[in-house]
């Protein structure tokens, strides 16, 4: 009988480490008090269904029960953990490994990289991710074109993307970098049907766009560039209304897909034309610092912009997702931009005390540019 249960005990955790495909952390709601853990299971195979967590420093572990979603040949698995301490250390368990998250402070400082345009080129993602990793983000925001699961078949893609994010971005202590993810038009069908999305970021809460705030002190804003939802309507309400209600949050940083002000594709595409005529006004009206755009495959970074004039009073807007997409050499100079380079990158936005510095660098971790400015 003994022999038996060891027998059982045995193939019940070489089956479950079979299981596991790969593994990501993101946020539900405020990235100071929650995460959720993420797990893909091959569907034929016995996997874990629970979550082992505990504050760093504890011997005793809490168990959080998944809630699984069928994948078709995966199986994904969330577990939501809530009311956590913020700048907090955790170690969880997850298929008879230990890692650890740290939630973010409240008052800071913080390191938040943006980029987007990610998993076109596996091999260019991963040289940009290590850069990324050395640099000990907080958190790693990507602007769309994630996985690029519209190229193949999606649930691979997806799969196949998380993977590589987990092979890239955990550090050797342990120590994993949250994911959160802003809608891109290949990250849904053809059709501008939702293709996992949902399931795969929970902050979206059955919607393509979302506010994470980090405290009192920081607001990001998630847009979707008319992939899963209109740019105009609903969106825009939104928009206008979450503004209002964060008047007071000093940081308003805000982060889509296809730019308003691109490096490379034409000035008055029609998304671009409706975030400028929409969005932008509600940006400055409520006094948005940085926006984040991408699609372009380069980068680029405009001057201060008001009014759709060059002004210091203004926004800048950043990107332009180049993230593991080839860059893109055509597009010129434009009167908006200040900066505009065909290269790869991500820009790693350090927020301390009243002042924000952005250091932006390239796949072999050189600094491409950098720029400041008071919060």
Known sequence: MRLACLVWV???LFSS????EAFYLTYPNSPTNSIAVHWFD???ERGASQLLYRQEGESNWKQALAEEVPF?????????LQDLTAN???DFQIEEKIYSFQTLSEEGPWKIVFGGDSYRKPALFTLMCR????????CVVLGGDIAYANRGKATSRWVAFFKAWQESMITKTGKVVPLVGVVGNHDVEKKGRNQWFYSLFPYLEKQSYGVLEIGKNIALFLLDTGHLAPIQGDQSDWLAKSLHERQKTPLKIASYHVAAYPSVYAYDKKASSLIRSLWVPFFETYGVKLVFEHHNHGFKRTHPLL???????GITY???GAFGAPARSRGGDRWYLEQRLPSLCASIVEIDKNICNIITINEKGSVIDTFSFPW
Not at 17 to 20: P, Q, V, W
């Open 131 to 138: 850069q990324v990793l050395a640099k000990e983000p907080q």
């Open 10 to 12: 045995c193939q019940a």
């Open 72 to 80: 078709e040949e995966y199986r994904l698995k969330k577990v939501v």
């Open 318 to 320: 950043l990107g332009d």
């Open 307 to 313: 009014s759709g004039k060059i002004d210091f009073k």
């Open 88 to 90: 907090t250390t955790y």
């Open 42 to 44: 091959n569907a034929k």
């Open 17 to 20: 480490l079979y299981a596991l």
